[in-house]
């Protein structure tokens, strides 16, 4: 795992090969982020990273000046991986919630986010429920991003306040803009 720009820009990580997560490439991740950067100010930016993985993105946003970063992520062995990232890098402005995805999506959360990110397995049963999820409930602040990851089999076009899809090889990412 790399991370590619900002404050942590260059450092790599190891993901133990056990790991089950399907990571975003370097491609993929500087491409989003590139369009990220004419979207949202960092500094002002409260985040939320759903299906978490490596933490890839997380610490991206953390390294680009992020105010505060979220990350949601029920396996146990990606979470200590996440933890243990965070630790390195001494992050104080970073929260994980060890924990499932969708239950948290459904509970009462009393935080809103200006930009949610989410990475869920492509085959999860529900994936196609998460946009509706995410952008009918509370989580995400006006004039706030949602963004999906997923793969070309899904088409998001018409879904309330869909923005743009940008696809970089086979990762697809679907925008919203609240």
Not at 121 to 132: A, S
Request: proline share 4%; aromatic share 12%.
């Amino acid at each position: 795992m790399r991370i590619i720009r900002g404050t942590y820009g260059r450092r790599r990580f190891r993901v133990p090969t056990s790991f089950s997560a399907r990571p975003t490439t370097d491609f993929a991740k500087e491409n989003l982020f590139n369009v990220l950067d004419n979207l949202i100010k960092w500094e002002e930016t409260e985040a939320l990273d759903l299906f978490a993985g490596t933490g890839s993105i997380s610490f991206e946003m953390l390294s680009r000046g992020c105010r505060s970063v979220t990350a949601v992520e029920l396996n146990h062995k990606h979470a200590s991986f996440i933890e243990k990232v965070a630790k390195e890098l001494h992050v104080t402005q970073f929260n994980l919630i060890r924990g499932d995805v969708l239950r948290y999506l459904s509970s009462f959360s009393k935080s809103s986010f200006n930009l949610i990110f989410a990475d869920p397995p492509y085959d999860l049963p529900t994936l196609p429920e998460i946009p509706h999820l995410v952008l009918n409930s509370s989580l995400l602040k006006e004039r706030g991003v949602f963004i999906l990851e997923h793969s070309k089999i899904n088409n998001f076009s018409t879904i309330p306040y869909f923005s743009q899809q940008r696809v970089y090889g086979s990762v697809n990412f679907s925008i919203f803009a609240k």
